[in-house]
Structures are given as C-alpha cells and as structure tokens.
C-alpha cells in the first residue's frame, strides 16, 4: 500500500524532497518516490542516490519544449499514479516537474500537498515559467507548505483558505544539515567567488553574452581571486576561453558545492535555492535578477539584488570582492526540523 507518492524531476528538487522522505520512512509512512527524467546528469552526488535511490523514473528527458514535455508528462504521471493509488501526491517548488504532477494527480482526482508553497516574485515573466508554475500549483493544491510567513502571507492573500497552509520552513535547510554537515558557516571567506547562472530569461533575453564577458573581465582585473563558476548545462557552452583564475564546471556533487559555497567570500547567482543556502551559511550573496522570489534575504540585508545585465554583473562581483555585503547567517529560511515539520503534516494528511 502506498500513502505518498513524490514526484519531481530536477537537482533542487532531489535536494529538498530527500530530508522529507527520509523523515516520511522515520514515521513509517509507505512512500513512494518517482522521478519524471526532467534531469539526469544534474541528479548526480545529489539525494537522487541516497533518500530517494530506490525511486522509479519515467525517463522524459527534457529538450528545452516547456509545453510539450509537460503534456507528455501529465499522460504518463496519471498513468503511474493510478498504478500507485495514493492518499495524495506530493511535489515540491516550481518545475516542470512539479507542475506535471500536480496537474496530472488533479486530473484524476487525487489529492495534492505542495512542499515550498507560496514563494512568489509577482512576475509572471520573471522568473518564467516557475512563477507560473507555482501560482498555477497553489490552484491545484489541497495542503501548502510554506516555507516562510512571507510566502504564508502570499498564499492567504490570493484566496486560499488558511487553514491548510502551514509554516514549515524550507526543508533546504535540513539538507545542508543531513548531507552537509562539514558545510557550516564560517567566520571569513577564502577569497572564492562562486557563480551560478541559469535563469532562461536571462538566456533568452540578450543579455547573457554580456554577462558572461563581464563575469571574465572582472575576474581577468582580479588574478589574486579565485572563482568557481557552476555553469549550468543550458550555459557551458556560451563560455569561451576564461582567465586561469575561473574554475568552469557544469555540475558539482551537492556536498562539495555547498562545502564550496559556506568557504567563499561571496556568491553571484539568479537561483533560488542558492540564495537561501547563502543565508543560512552567511555568505554575502549578488542575486542577478531583476526582481527576486527571496525577499526575506533582501530584508535581512545578506542579499543584493543586481540587473541582469553587463552593469549589474560588474556591480554584483565589485559587490563580493569589496565585501560590502554583509557575511551573516541567519535562519530566515526555517530551521533543521524544517523536513521533519513537513512530515509530520503529511502524516496527518495520510492518518
Ligand atoms: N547545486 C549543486 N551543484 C552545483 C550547483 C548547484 O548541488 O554544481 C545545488 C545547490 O547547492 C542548490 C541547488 O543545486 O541546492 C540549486 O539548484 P538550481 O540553482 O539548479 O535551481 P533553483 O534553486 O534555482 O531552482
């Protein structure tokens, strides 16, 4: 008999889903995890090989199409969930993935919880489609969670009913915790600036060659600085040559990137989950978006926000290398009981 079945697709995903199903097990609930394809090579050294190892997968890889593939994922994820036939199905944040699963389980009437309910950048365009995504989820949904009273505040705002959205906490922040615990903050920086890009406005609005020339220029004026640049695959192959002092990879295991991360003097990135992970190890981070679905950083002034642009990237990296932000940790985010609060709800919801 299975009570939950999980759906997500993407590294994020792994990384916050693998601490709730882990507590899931711990509670006894029979738990049931399936991967769309969304992300192969990215799942690597992430959850998706340990909590969350004896998962299936329906192997949709993606090629790029948004509304294509999620078509086909909605057919095949109703397939599989009726094959399963669980009290409810749960997804996580704001991918394909998660939208496929939601859509699909609500097609055929089956309950839906959604873990990271309520972030909203109140763009529709930015970042796209997740804010999409997520306002579309929350429709779908029976029971939110939340990860911040900010988030909460969004979702009672647009009309659902409050007493089935619960503050959480994000349950990233127990994944640093159960799979990075060395990652911890420290006092200084180690003279690493790590960068992260790979919002598709920005690949697909022009500016991203701009970006990426800056990002080099800064770093050619800096050869005293290292810097690390997790180039997502979608990115890699705009960056040509790179000063000595850049690191290029296409993906890291998740503990040596976070272990990465809590050492260096400052992150330059337009990811979500990496801009709650620099508040919760105190690192100094330059969010390069033009609005971002993390204000609670910019509040905590641990965060600032910097244009896309070949300006706003020069800005963001003068920003970290001069330290003018300040290093910081703090747990606006949600504590390390995080994933264990959002299983202790679904074990209600499966009671
Ligand atoms: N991450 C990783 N290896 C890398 C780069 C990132 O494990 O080389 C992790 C990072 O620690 C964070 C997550 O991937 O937990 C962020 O994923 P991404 O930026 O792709 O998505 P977003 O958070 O924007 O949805």
């Known amino acids: 008999m299975t009570d939950i079945v999980f759906i997500l697709g993407t590294r994020p995903e792994a990384i916050k889903v693998g601490p709730v199903v882990a507590e899931c097990r711990h509670l006894s609930i029979n738990v049931n995890v399936l991967f769309t394809g969304q992300h192969t090579s990215l799942l690597r050294g992430t959850p998706a090989e340990s909590d969350l190892a004896d998962s299936a997968s329906l192997g949709l890889v993606s090629d790029g199409n948004v509304d294509e593939w999620i078509d086909t994922a909605i057919a ?24 496929a699963g939601a859509a699909a389980a609500s097609l055929i009437d089956y309950p839906v919880a959604h873990i ?4 909203r950048s109140h763009n529709d365009f930015e970042p796209y489609p997740e804010e999409w995504i997520r306002c579309a989820i929350s429709e779908f949904a029976t029971w939110h969670y939340a990860p911040t009273s900010t988030a909460y505040a969004n979702l009672v705002s647009e009309g659902i009913d409050k007493n089935f959205v619960y503050v959480t906490g994000n349950p990233i922040v127990s994944a640093l915790a159960r799979y990075a615990p060395s990652a911890r903050p420290v006092g200084g920086g ?6 992260t890009l790979h919002r598709r406005e920005l690949r697909e609005g022009g500016q991203l060659e701009a970006v990426i020339e800056s990002i080099i220029d800064t770093a050619a004026e800096q050869p005293k600085k290292l810097f690390f640049w997790s180039a997502h695959p979608a ?25 990465m991360e809590a050492r260096a003097d ?18 100094p981070c330059a969010v390069l978006r033009n609005v971002t679905d993390r204000p609670e950083s910019l509040a905590a002034n641990v965060a600032r926000l910097y244009p896309p642009t070949r300006e706003g990237a020069n800005d963001g990296m003068q920003a970290l290398i001069r330290g003018t932000i ?26």
């Open 190 to 195: 180690n003279g690493t600036i790590v960068i």
């Open 235 to 259: 990115t890699r192959s705009l960056i040509g040559d790179v000063p000595g002092n850049i690191t290029l990879t296409e993906h890291m295991d998740y503990v040596s990137f976070v272990g």
């Open 116 to 119: 990271e309910a309520g972030i």
């Open 326 to 351: 300040p290093r910081h940790p703090l747990n606006i985010y949600g504590s390390v009981e995080s994933a264990r609060e959002i299983a202790l709800q679904l074990q209600k919801v499966v009671a």
């Open 76 to 99: 095949r994820l109703q397939i599989a969930i009726i094959e399963r036939d669980p009290q409810v199905v749960v997804v996580q944040g704001d991918t394909m993935s998660a939208y």
């Open 266 to 283: 400052g992150i330059l990135t337009d990811s979500g989950g990496i801009q709650e992970e620099a508040a919760t190890l105190g690192v």
